[in-house]
């Protein structure tokens, strides 16, 4: 059974860090892309930062230069390390696993973890 629990989310002031964690069971993290998404009130949820099984990473325009994605193969977990947060990054942040086993595709989600950002 695939299980993402994210942890590491919380209230921080504006300039202020958190990392998040996510720890992935089931046996797909090493064949998955991981991913980051968040969702704020009222807004669609948007991929922040991902992660392929080989390191290549990408972000969304708005954090790049301010969070960092990475992964421990060997602990089965996935970071994000955000600095410089900006009160327009509060949203619940969501874990993702996606791989393909064509035809098809299969995504995994955690439960979310609240990250605030007060000015």
């Known amino acids: 059974q695939v299980q993402l629990v994210e942890s590491g989310g919380g209230l921080v002031q504006a300039g202020g860090s958190l990392r998040l964690s996510c720890a992935a069971s089931?046996?797909?993290?090493?064949?998955?892309?991981m991913g980051w998404y968040r969702q704020a009130p009222g807004k669609q949820r948007e991929l922040v930062a991902a992660?392929?099984?080989?390191?290549?990473?990408n972000y969304l325009d708005s954090v790049k230069g301010r969070f960092t994605i990475s992964r421990d193969n060997a602990k089965n977990t996935v970071y994000l390390q955000m600095n410089s947060l900006k009160p327009e990054d509060t949203a619940v942040y969501y874990c993702?696993?996606?791989?393909?086993?064509?035809?098809?595709?299969?995504?995994?989600w955690g439960q979310g973890t609240q990250v605030t950002v007060s000015s």
């Open positions: 993702n696993a996606h791989f393909s086993a064509m035809p098809r595709h299969y995504d995994y």
């Open positions: 992660i392929t099984n080989g390191g290549s990473a």
């Open positions: 089931g046996g797909i993290f090493s064949i998955s892309t």
